[in-house]
């Protein structure tokens, strides 16, 4: 059994995490600030002596004992990183340096949750790890894209000068039970508006692509790279790399709920990346690890969380 602190533990993938890292019989210890996370989230772990919670926000300095450090902590979605810029770049940036250190104290190895946005707007398509991307560096998602970036940075600096045991892993678009309902991403967003019989809203004309992941699949990737030996730092790319057109997937959503929304075409928004899709070569070969949960599928059970929660 190990003693394994997630950062970020109380939002839509820190709560998945959580839950699966203490089904394999670990101790969990669960840090949040609640800005984008909630207690609901891990309601149902908060019962499980192996489980403990503690309110924190990673841009102060943290001590504990344990050994394995997730660091997740961080507004993902464009509208909540971007409510206050200057926080989440903090908060990318401090709360690397934060959770590096006390890796560095504890000699733990530490798994950074970094994310396809480092690409920005990618000109080569699908995207490997070795594309250093295309991103604006004082546009409005810079506090993310920027903050994440120099969040790897400084992975690989305590890497190379003070050995630091790290995992870089580069996320993909993940969606799942647990997203928050006003969380502003698309498939909750779709989602939601179908169920309530309001409009579609889509931003630009549709035709940008993303490539969904369901979480489960994402959670195991997670894992499997946290149990990799030393050697193995990433980054690695993680996501599904099915690709669907932000239109087709309102199209699904609509289908799929069985709902009379309508599509409803507003302004697209600044620095919205054109198209994203994930070389996952890389995780095939060195993780043994691939996603097996086809979009479909994993929106039902998506729509059947949200038809609960909103109910
Ligand atoms: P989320 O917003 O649901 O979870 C983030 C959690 O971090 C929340 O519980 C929030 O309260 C907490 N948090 C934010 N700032 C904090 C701070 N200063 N101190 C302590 N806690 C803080 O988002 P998510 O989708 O679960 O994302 C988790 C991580 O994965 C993030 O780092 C995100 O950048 C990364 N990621 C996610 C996706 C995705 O599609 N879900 C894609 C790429 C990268
Ligand atoms: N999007 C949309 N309508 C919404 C929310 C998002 O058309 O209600 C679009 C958004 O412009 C982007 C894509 O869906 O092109 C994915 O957006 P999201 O915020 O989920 O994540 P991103 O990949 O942009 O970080």
């Known amino acids: 059994m190990k003693k394994i602190l997630v950062t970020g533990g109380a939002g839509f993938l820190g709560s998945h995490l959580c839950e699966a890292l203490l089904k394999q019989g670990h101790e969990v210890l669960c840090l949040d600030n609640y800005f984008t996370g909630s207690k609901l989230n891990i309601l149902h772990l908060m019962s499980n002596p192996f489980f403990e919670l503690v309110r924190h926000d990673v ?3 943290f001590e504990v004992e344990v050994d394995e450090i997730y660091n997740l902590a961080c507004p993902a979605s464009p509208i909540h990183y971007q409510q206050d810029p200057i926080k989440t770049i903090n908060t990318s940036v401090m709360g690397a340096i934060n959770m590096l250190e006390l890796a560095k104290q504890l000699n733990c190895k530490i798994l950074q949750t970094s994310t396809s946005e480092v690409y920005g707007d990618p000109t080569i398509h699908p995207q490997t790890e070795e594309y ?46 647990n997203m928050h309902p006003n969380d502003g991403r698309v498939v909750s967003n779709f989602i939601i508006q179908a169920l309530r019989g309001q409009d579609i809203t889509i931003y630009g004309d549709g035709s940008q692509t993303r490539s969904f992941c369901y979480c489960d699949d994402l959670i195991k990737g997670l894992i499997t790279m946290m149990d990799t030996p030393d050697n193995i730092t990433g980054p690695i790319n993680l996501g599904n790399p099915t690709e669907f057109t932000i239109r087709q997937l309102a199209e699904i959503i609509i289908e799929l709920t069985g709902s009379s929304s309508k599509i409803k075409f507003l302004p697209a928004v600044s620095d919205d990346p054109q198209k994203r899709k994930p070389d996952i070569s890389k995780a095939k070969d060195i993780l043994q690890w691939e996603p097996t949960v086809e979009l479909r599928a994993g929106l039902v059970k998506t729509i059947d969380y949200f038809r609960n929660r909103i109910e």
């Open 59 to 61: 841009t102060q300095p």
């Open 132 to 177: 250093w991307g295309n991103v604006n560096p004082i546009g409005i998602r810079s506090c993310y894209d920027e903050g994440k970036r120099c969040a790897e940075t400084l992975f690989f600096d305590y890497y190379r000068e003070r050995q630091v045991r790290i995992k870089v892993v580069r996320i993909f678009n993940t969606y799942g039970p």
